[in-house]
């Protein structure tokens, strides 16, 4: 029966309503009218004959008041905009609309007969003629509804949330015809049982008895006012099911608290490891921008970028975006025009090495404010390439701070990273001596204000694991983990750089600030969560029949199972609660002028074994976990 049922449904598809779907907007109204002109003649002679008892057939008489009766009622439809109303989406309204419509038709054809004195036509005719017209006038389009909505495969969802947001979608949801909302779910005890715009709610426990009874292929999260905290245990608890997860964004996000379909998306990693947001010190944010010339440094980068977009809305004069890689610079140049126009924003292509162009360009345009985020930040590429990462991380950052102070540059914001605490491959060497050097011109000049600002991973940034795992999803695996007990920090890319620019602004003599990361998250996790979000199931013993399978590949050089942020446990509180102020140790200006002296020497002869020599005796934390696996490396 189901398979003849199906093959009706896909004939139907295939042919007629297949066709009349394409046919033009005017051309539909010409086939409603017809129809309803046949259907108006019909109920007619239906109405004669259910009143008289017999079948009615007139005579030459009555002829003209039966089959002109379509002359009143097609321009009376026309006014209610019968014909305007798409048959897909009808709904209460529409029929209303044809209750009246109808009904005035009825009134006026029964009253024009009277007046013209015409005899055989009884009075209770005009009311038959009334209730069958509404009757056969509505029933036809929801009819043509039903046939309409048997040709589309609709899919079979939930919605999570039955307040107002969830009742908005629903109704969207109806009207799209692509899915078919077949419950609610709602912890609230008052909710359950209840019937919402004729869905019916249910209580939490009974997902999973409701997607396998009607075959649900995926649950819609409608509960954009929550906080991140209980939406992440919400899907969570959602994840061991066969569905994919979709949600709407926050409250803030919904134009007008009007939701829409196409506002839904699929659930993403940054969900859950997003944290509610700490609302920011105003004060602290406009200190090192507002109504100043800022540069930032590293702009194409994921953290560089993501700096001017926040500068840029923060009542700045003058922004210098400055790039070595042309794409990059283009790209956020062409972003950040498009943002405001208003504002100047000046691309500078150029090497962080080169100090007389910096210099050049922070007298030339009376620069105020550097953030320095011009970094090798990949951990394996900069082991590969130590004498480069070496050469770019800390004499580029030496060059840009020299640059600052001869220009007095009045602040100057370091970008760190935690792979400096106790750092185990080149990458946080070279971070840490970067952060050495600012320490140590603090207290050799007092012209610029000088910063670091260290945080873990950022989620999304380039190089980082999450888009990395999202390819090899996409892919169909594996999904590759070096170690099953490796953990990191994260934190998204705008909350870290608001972060950012807050610590930079309470800074000034070699000050270390460390982001509260929150808890660390084991790699393992994150790639089973992102499995799980993608609607597929993991490949494992347990499992064989699983989707995508986990490979562990064993940590990579200079690669840290755990990080850390802070080197001593000496910190203090500041104005914002997510930023700690760190009291490290430092060598003096005198000190690490020499090493350098030597690691750039050493850099510029390519000497792998030389610079990790000098780096160990610069940063004496720094505990290599690998050989040197430098590519020029002999």
Same mark, same amino acid.
């Given at each position: 029966?189901?398979?003849?049922?199906?093959?009706?449904?896909?004939?139907?598809?295939?042919?007629?309503?297949?066709?009349?779907?394409?046919?033009?907007?005017?051309?539909?109204?010409?086939?409603?009218?017809?129809?309803?002109?046949?259907?108006?003649?019909?109920?007619? =002679?239906?109405?004669?004959?259910?009143?008289?008892?017999?079948?009615?057939?007139?005579?030459?008489?009555?002829?003209?008041?039966?089959?002109?009766?379509?002359?009143?009622?097609?321009?009376?439809?026309?006014?209610?905009?019968?014909?305007?109303?798409?048959?897909?989406?009808?709904?209460?309204?529409?029929?209303?609309?044809?209750?009246?419509?109808?009904?005035?038709?009825?009134?006026?054809?029964?009253?024009?007969?009277?007046?013209?004195?015409?005899?055989?036509?009884?009075?209770?005719?005009?009311?038959?003629?009334?209730?069958?017209?509404?009757?056969?006038?509505?029933?036809?389009?929801?009819?043509?509804?039903?046939?309409?909505?048997?040709?589309?495969?609709?899919?079979?969802?939930?919605?999570?949330?039955?307040?107002?947001?969830?009742?908005?979608?629903?109704?969207?949801?109806?009207?799209?015809?692509?899915?078919?909302?077949i419950a609610f779910i709602d912890d609230s005890s008052e909710l359950n049982k209840q019937?919402?715009?004729?869905?019916?709610?249910?209580?939490?426990?009974?997902?999973?008895?409701?997607?396998?009874?009607?075959?649900?292929?995926?649950?819609?999260?409608?509960?954009?006012?929550?906080?991140?905290?209980?939406?992440?245990?919400?899907?969570?608890?959602?994840?061991?099911?066969?569905?994919?997860?979709?949600?709407?964004?926050?409250?803030?996000?919904?134009?007008?608290?009007?939701?829409?379909?196409?506002?839904?998306?699929?659930?993403?990693?940054?969900?859950?490891?997003?944290?509610?947001?700490?609302?920011?010190?105003?004060?602290?944010?406009?200190?090192?921008?507002?109504?100043?010339?800022?540069?930032?440094?590293?702009?194409?980068?994921?953290?560089?970028?993501?700096?001017?977009?926040?500068?840029?809305?923060?009542?700045?004069?003058?922004?210098?975006?400055?790039?070595?890689?042309?794409?990059?610079?283009?790209?956020?140049?062409?972003?950040?025009?498009?943002?405001?126009?208003?504002?100047?924003?000046?691309?500078?292509?150029?090497?962080?090495?080169?100090?007389?162009?910096?210099?050049?360009?922070?007298?030339?345009?009376?620069?105020?404010?550097?953030?320095?985020?011009?970094?090798?930040?990949?951990?394996?590429?900069?082991?590969?390439?130590?004498?480069?990462?070496?050469?770019?991380?800390?004499?580029?950052?030496?060059?840009?701070?020299?640059?600052?102070?001869?220009?007095?540059?009045?602040?100057?914001?370091?970008?760190?990273?935690?792979?400096?605490?106790?750092?185990?491959?080149?990458?946080?060497?070279?971070?840490?001596?970067?952060?050495?050097?600012?320490?140590?011109?603090?207290?050799?000049?007092n012209s610029t204000k000088l910063c670091m600002v260290r945080f873990g991973n950022v989620?999304?940034?380039?190089?980082?694991?999450?888009?990395?795992?999202?390819?090899?999803?996409?892919?169909?695996?594996?999904?590759?983990?070096?170690d099953i007990d490796i953990t990191r920090y994260f934190m998204t890319i705008p909350e870290?750089?608001?972060?950012?620019?807050?610590?930079?602004?309470?800074?000034?003599?070699?000050?270390?600030?460390?982001?509260?990361?929150?808890?660390?998250?084991?790699?393992?996790?994150?790639?089973?969560?992102?499995?799980?979000?993608?609607?597929?199931?993991?490949?494992?013993?347990?499992?064989?029949?699983?989707?995508?399978?986990?490979?562990?590949?064993?940590?990579?050089?200079?690669?840290?199972?755990?990080?850390?942020?802070?080197?001593?446990?000496?910190?203090?509180?500041?104005?914002?609660?997510?930023?700690?102020?760190?009291?490290?140790?430092?060598?003096?200006?005198?000190?690490?002028?020499?090493? =350098?002296?030597?690691?750039?020497?050493?850099?510029?002869?390519?000497?792998?074994?030389?610079?990790?020599?000098?780096?160990?005796?610069?940063?004496?934390?720094?505990?290599?976990?690998?050989?040197?696996?430098?590519?020029?490396?002999?």
């Amino acid at each position: 029966m189901a398979n003849f049922i199906k093959g009706i449904k896909a004939r139907r598809s295939g042919t007629l309503i297949s066709q009349i779907s394409t046919l033009s907007r005017a051309n539909k109204k010409l086939i409603m009218m017809f129809f309803d002109s046949i259907l108006l003649i019909s109920i007619l =002679l239906i109405s004669f004959s259910i009143r008289l008892g017999y079948w009615f057939f007139p005579d030459k008489d009555l002829v003209w008041v039966i089959f002109s009766s379509p002359l009143f009622a097609i321009p009376i439809f026309f006014q209610f905009g019968l014909y305007n109303q798409v048959i897909r989406f009808i709904g209460f309204k529409a029929l209303f609309s044809i209750i009246k419509a109808v009904s005035i038709y009825a009134l006026i054809w029964g009253s024009v007969c009277f007046l013209v004195a015409l005899e055989g036509i009884p009075r209770s005719v005009i009311l038959i003629n009334c209730i069958l017209g509404i009757l056969m006038i509505g029933g036809s389009r929801m009819i043509a509804q039903w046939l309409f909505s048997q040709s589309i495969e609709s899919n079979n969802v939930i919605i999570y949330g039955a307040g107002s947001a969830g009742r908005q979608l629903a109704n969207a949801l109806t009207q799209s015809m692509e899915y078919t909302p077949i419950a609610f779910i709602d912890d609230s005890s008052e909710l359950n049982k209840q019937l919402i715009s004729g869905i019916k709610v249910f209580s939490v426990e009974k997902i999973s008895l409701i997607i396998n009874k009607y075959n649900v292929s995926e649950i819609f999260l409608a509960l954009p006012s929550i906080s991140r905290q209980s939406r992440n245990e919400i899907i969570t608890s959602l994840e061991g099911l066969p569905v994919l997860v979709r949600i709407l964004p926050s409250i803030s996000e919904i134009a007008q608290g009007k939701v829409k379909v196409d506002d839904l998306r699929v659930i993403n990693i940054y969900d859950l490891l997003g944290r509610d947001s700490v609302i920011p010190n105003q004060e602290l944010l406009d200190r090192n921008i507002r109504g100043k010339v800022v540069m930032v440094t590293g702009a194409g980068g994921s953290i560089g970028s993501e700096l001017c977009r926040q500068i840029i809305k923060l009542g700045i004069k003058k922004l210098i975006l400055f790039e070595h890689s042309e794409l990059a610079l283009y790209s956020v140049n062409k972003e950040l025009n498009e943002l405001d126009k208003k504002i100047e924003v000046l691309p500078i292509l150029g090497s962080v090495l080169n100090q007389d162009r910096l210099e050049y360009i922070c007298k030339k345009f009376s620069v105020q404010t550097i953030y320095h985020a011009a970094a090798y930040k990949h951990v394996p590429m900069v082991e590969l390439n130590n004498t480069e990462g070496v050469n770019n991380n800390i004499f580029g950052t030496l060059s840009s701070v020299q640059a600052a102070i001869s220009s007095n540059v009045e602040t100057f914001v370091l970008i760190s990273t935690d792979k400096a605490v106790r750092p185990t491959n080149t990458m946080g060497a070279s971070k840490r001596c970067a952060e050495l050097i600012l320490q140590a011109l603090s207290k050799e000049q007092n012209s610029t204000k000088l910063c670091m600002v260290r945080f873990g991973n950022v989620i999304g940034s380039s190089g980082s694991v999450i888009p990395l795992f999202n390819e090899q999803i996409q892919k169909g695996g594996p999904v590759t983990v070096t170690d099953i007990d490796i953990t990191r920090y994260f934190m998204t890319i705008p909350e870290s750089v608001e972060l950012v620019i807050q610590a930079g602004a309470m800074g000034g003599d070699g000050d270390v600030f460390v982001l509260n990361m929150g808890e660390p998250i084991k790699i393992n996790e994150i790639a089973h969560k992102m499995i799980n979000l993608s609607g597929l199931k993991v490949k494992n013993i347990k499992n064989p029949d699983g989707d995508i399978e986990i490979k562990y590949t064993g940590l990579r050089s200079g690669e840290k199972l755990y990080e850390e942020l802070l080197i001593g446990e000496n910190v203090s509180d500041t104005q914002n609660s997510m930023i700690m102020r760190a009291q490290e140790d430092m060598i003096s200006w005198d000190e690490l002028k020499l090493n =350098l002296k030597n690691l750039k020497h050493a850099s510029d002869e390519f000497n792998a074994t030389k610079v990790r020599e000098l780096l160990i005796k610069t940063v004496p934390a720094f505990k290599p976990q690998s050989d040197i696996v430098d590519i020029l490396h002999d």
